[in-house]
Nanobody, 129 residues
Framework: QVQLVESGGGSVQVQVGSLRLSCAAS????????MAWFRQAPGKRREGVAT???????NYAESVEGRFSISRNDGLNTIHLSMERLKFEDTAMYYC??????????????????????WGQGTQVNVSA
């Protein structure tokens, strides 16, 4: 049974705060899937944040480029999202997603969330003054 469990969310102070989100996978191997982080703020559409393909190549949304870093730990079958210099607009529920059918080429572009088969339950990030 495929399962994704996010953790690491919380409340941080704008600009100075940092967080590291984790997504523990079970039932499949993360290195064989296109893996992604998405987020959704209240009243806003779901937004792709970062992806990592099977070769561990990375792609980021412009809004987080240079501040966020996606990584993969094959030994723990986990992916992470390290977030620095957080902004108010980073406040959202963050979701981990996985799909075995998205090609590596597509994985490194703006892949719509509807293409991902598996989702976690989300972890909340709040950025405040």
């Amino acid at each position: 049974q495929v399962q994704l469990v996010e953790s690491g969310g919380g409340s941080v102070q704008v600009q100075v705060g940092s967080l590291r989100l984790s997504c523990a996978a079970s039932g499949f191997t993360v290195s064989g899937y296109c893996m992604a982080w998405f987020r959704q703020a209240p009243g806003k559409r779901r937004e792709g944040v970062a992806t990592i393909d099977r070769d561990a190549l990375l792609n980021y949304a412009e809004s987080v480029e240079g501040r966020f870093s996606i990584s993969r730990n094959d030994g723990l079958n986990t992916i992470h999202l390290s977030m620095e210099r957080l902004k108010f607009e980073d406040t959202a529920m963050y979701y981990c997603a996985a799909d075995p059918t998205i090609s590596d080429a597509d994985c490194l572009h703006r892949v719509d969330g509807s293409r991902f088969r598996y989702w976690g339950q989300g972890t909340q990030v709040n950025v405040s003054a």
